[in-house]
Structure formats: structure tokens, C-alpha cells
């Protein structure tokens, strides 16, 4: 197609928080989106081939409503919305800032930024167990903490559960001052920062001192049955079968079960098998239980860690497929040490 050309009109009050400082989301939308965007006071022209200009219209369209409905745009919402626009979804960005879970103590909101995260935080409202799995930066853990103070604020459970397995628990911890619980808070210290975020550390201390709100270790749940109770499970990958188990079989009625982890970033000692791992694969076709796999494009960190997860992903199936293709073919030393 040829050379083409389409003027859209932004609010004056939305230009900067559309444009981004230095006109930075709009050199993110040429730049992906191969056109050229020419800004003149409260108009953009965009230039370039028709198909790539409808993309960049599309994309301008959702960011200036996203503005409108009081967000504040990101870099990570400028990618988002580019990535839909791509993929000719259907999905609109703005479809996902209307689902806000709760609001921060500093008045900030929370709500899914992709449409994983979506997913995920339906099913959390619609089933009693619910894994989420994928790699850093996909919200699990914060989501699931919000979801976790916003049923509890509602009266809608008695009390907040949250635990980790602290895998490093045996004579490593022994160095470390203090008595066992303050040996182990380093390793919950994720679940602090979350409470205090959304919570507010006053109303955690309250809560927890009259046990409405527990932080503990997973060895901690042994021998107990929760009722009543929002439980988050975090960093699940780091669980043996066996605990996961012990875990699961924890639930009593009318409780609800969230199970985050990172299956590429298990620290479990080398040749032992992850409870995450052989739960997905066992529980997989129970209707009550949901699972929702994340990947990269659901990172909501800075851009960068987003590069950092495709990289590894794109490595390790090389090596993947690499060792595949040494087992089907039987290679020998010198072949070995040719590829290399």
C-alpha cells in the first residue's frame, strides 16, 4: 500500500500524559508501529503505510480514553496497548482498567494490567483454589494480596493466611540472629512490603495481632485446617510434593486458595521434584480449580525485565531443543565439542 496520512485531535488536558515526557510513548508507537507521528499542538498527524496507520490510530484511540478515565499512562500501558494493536485483538486496554480490586493506603489503584492478569483475577472471584504460574513481574503475589485484603476488609473470610516455603530453613538459618520467626521474616518480606502497600502497616499490626492476619512458613500449616480463611500460598515452586500436599489438604469451608510460583526459578536441591510442577500436572482437570499460566507479556515491571524474561525463555529452549537433538541422534565427543 502506499503512503498515507490521518490527523487525530488530544484533549489539551490529556497531551502530556499521552505524548509521555520528551514525547517518549509517541517515539515508542513510531518506532514499533513504523510511522511517523507529527505533533502540533493538540493535533497528531500520523504518516505512513495505511495498515501500520490504523495500528497507530487504534493504539492513540485507547491511550487518550485510558487518560480520560484518570489513569496515568506508563510505559508499560504504551507497550500493551501497541502489542493488542498488533495482534489485531479485539481486546481494548481500557476494558481492563475499569476491573479496580481496591486502592493502595496512598490512594493509588489496583487492578489488572493485562489480559492474563484478567483471567486471573476472575478466577480467583469465581473458584476456591486458583494457581497462578509464570515468570517475575507478572503480579502474582501483589494481585493475590489484593484480592486477599479486599475479601477480608468485605467480611467475606475471617482472616488472611499467607505463607512460603523457607526451603532454606535448616542449619543456614542458624547463623542468622534472633529466634526462629525472626530468622524466617527475611524470607517473607515480599508479603510484608504487599500488606503494608495496600493495607497499611497500622491496620496490618492491628489485624495481626489479633490473629485476623498471619505470616508464617509453610512448615507452619502442618496439623491445621483453615476455615473461613483467604490463604496465599508464594513461591510454590520451592515446595516438595509432599508439602504441597500437606497444603492443599489444609482447606476447610469457606476459604479460598491462591498458589503463586516461578517454575524457572525453582531452589530446590538439584534432582528434587517440585510440588508446583506435580500439582498442575494432577489437578489440572478439576473444574473448581483454576490455573493460569503468565508469560512474559504480562510483565508489569519496567520494560526492561520484560526483555530479561523473553531472553531466558528463548535461551532455554534452545538449550531445550538442543539436548533433544542430542538424544535422538547419540552425538560423540568431537561432535560435542564442534557445536561449541
Known amino acids: 500500500m502506499g503512503a498515507a496520512e490521518e490527523i487525530i485531535d488530544v484533549p489539551a488536558e490529556h497531551i ?35 495498515a501500520h496507520i490504523k495500528q497507530a490510530v487504534r493504539a492513540l484511540e485507547q491511550l487518550i480514553h485510558l487518560s480520560e478515565n484518570g489513569a496515568a499512562i506508563t510505559e508499560q500501558n504504551v507497550n500493551y496497548t501497541i502489542e493488542l494493536v498488533m495482534e489485531d485483538s479485539k ?21 489488572p494490567k493485562t489480559s492474563g492478569q484478567k483471567i ?65 521474616d527475611p ?15 497500622d491496620s496490618y499490626l492491628r489485624n495481626s495481632e489479633k490473629g485476623l492476619i498471619e505470616v508464617a512458613p509453610l512448615a507452619y500449616m502442618r496439623g491445621r485446617t483453615l476455615d473461613n480463611s483467604f490463604i496465599v500460598l508464594d513461591e ?13 489438604t489444609r482447606i476447610g469451608f469457606g476459604s479460598k486458595v491462591i498458589v503463586t510460583g516461578d517454575l524457572t526459578q525453582k531452589d530446590l536441591p538439584a534432582g528434587q521434584q517440585s510440588g508446583l510442577d506435580v500439582a498442575l500436572k494432577i489437578l489440572k482437570g478439576i473444574p473448581e480449580i483454576g490455573i493460569c499460566m503468565f508469560s512474559s507479556r504480562d ?30 541422534t547419540g552425538y560423540t565427543d568431537n561432535e560435542r565439542k564442534r557445536e561449541k
Open 91 to 111: 481486546e481494548d486496554i481500557n476494558d481492563l482498567y475499569s476491573d479496580i480490586i481496591c486502592h493502595t493506603v496512598s490512594g493509588k489503584p489496583v487492578m
Open 299 to 328: 510483565v508489569v515491571r519496567h520494560p526492561l525485565v520484560q526483555k530479561i524474561v523473553r531472553a531466558y525463555d528463548e535461551y532455554e529452549a534452545k538449550q531445550a531443543k538442543k539436548a533433544h537433538h542430542r538424544q535422538g
Open 16 to 50: 502530556r500524559n499521552v505524548f509521555g515526557e520528551f514525547d517518549s510513548f509517541l517515539k515508542l508507537i513510531e518506532q514499533k508501529l513504523h510511522v511517523t507521528i507529527v505533533a502540533r499542538g493538540g493535533s497528531l498527524k500520523v504518516l505512513g503505510d495505511e
Open 236 to 248: 510454590a515452586q520451592n515446595t516438595t510434593p509432599a508439602q504441597m500436599k500437606m497444603f492443599l
Open 187 to 201: 524470607y517473607l518480606r515480599p508479603l510484608y512490603d504487599a500488606l503494608y502497600e495496600i493495607m497499611g502497616a
Open 120 to 184: 486471573y483475577v476472575d478466577d480467583i472471584r469465581s473458584k476456591m483454589i486458583v494457581f497462578g504460574v509464570g515468570p517475575a513481574g507478572t503480579g502474582k503475589t501483589y494481585l493475590a494480596m489484593a484480592m486477599a485484603i479486599t475479601a477480608f476488609k468485605n467480611n467475606e473470610v475471617n482472616r488472611i493466611i499467607l505463607t512460603r516455603p523457607a526451603i532454606e530453613a535448616g542449619e543456614r538459618l542458624g547463623f542468622l540472629p534472633g529466634d526462629l520467626q525472626q530468622k524466617i
